[in-house]
């Protein structure tokens, strides 16, 4: 598979203050999170919600850098947090 390329910048001014844009994770052969889009724009809550295991922690720790990002990118307001 090609590897997908991502904008440096979202140039958008509406652009959400995070984006996960096709955000995957593996940990070995165990994939965790399969191409996740998510948008949170300003002032909006968000509650991630799920079983254990699911992949709750695993999305904070990559907003916060703390895990990297197999595949996609992280937008935090309009720029790449980490990208491929």
Not at 30 to 53: F, K, Q
């Amino acid at each position: 598979m090609d590897k997908e390329t991502f904008p440096l910048e979202l140039p958008d001014r509406d652009a959400p203050m995070v984006r996960f844009d096709r955000v995957t994770k593996r940990y070995g052969d165990l994939t965790v999170l399969d191409a996740l889009d998510l948008d949170v724009r300003p002032n909006e809550m968000v509650a991630i919600i799920g079983p254990s295991g699911s992949g709750k922690t695993t999305v904070l720790r990559m907003l916060m850098a703390l895990e990297l990002v197999d595949d996609g990118v992280i937008y935090v307001d309009g720029t790449p947090l980490t990208h491929m």
